[in-house]
């Protein structure tokens, strides 16, 4: 499975973005589907995951801002609105899925730049 982000770019402060994140195929048993970023000098962070049964997880920075969805059984999307220049980073969709009952992979895609303008 192979996972390819877009979306990213540059935008003002209090505008928005659409990333994407599209599977080369659909696993058999999905975990969850999730956004990450990276912001220069810090840790990688959760953004949101959506859950294969379609329940989601935001980080409290992002709550009422962002907003994780599913398209299909192959794509995956992060609306963000309201950007703040700390929400800077590059972006990382990430996949988790059993490949068999015992066993539990993760994939990620390659990060996709965004930048917010203050």
């Known amino acids: 499975v192979q996972l390819q982000a877009s979306g990213g770019g540059l935008v003002q402060a209090g505008g928005s973005l659409r990333l994407s994140c599209a599977l080369s195929?659909?696993?058999?048993?999905?975990?969850?589907i999730g956004w990450y970023r990276q912001a220069p000098g810090k840790q990688r962070e959760r953004v949101a995951t959506?859950?294969?049964?379609?329940?989601t997880t935001y980080a409290d920075s992002v709550k009422g801002r962002f907003s994780i969805s599913r398209d299909n059984a192959k794509k995956v999307n992060l609306q963000m609105n309201s950007l703040k220049a700390e929400d800077t980073a590059v972006y990382y969709c990430?996949?988790?899925?059993?490949?068999?009952?015992?066993?539990?992979?993760?994939?990620w895609g390659q990060g996709t730049q965004v930048t917010v303008s203050s």
């Open positions: 990430k996949l988790g899925f059993y490949e068999d009952p015992w066993r539990y992979l993760e994939v």
């Open positions: 195929e659909s696993p058999f048993s999905i975990k969850d």
């Open positions: 959506i859950s294969s049964g379609g329940s």
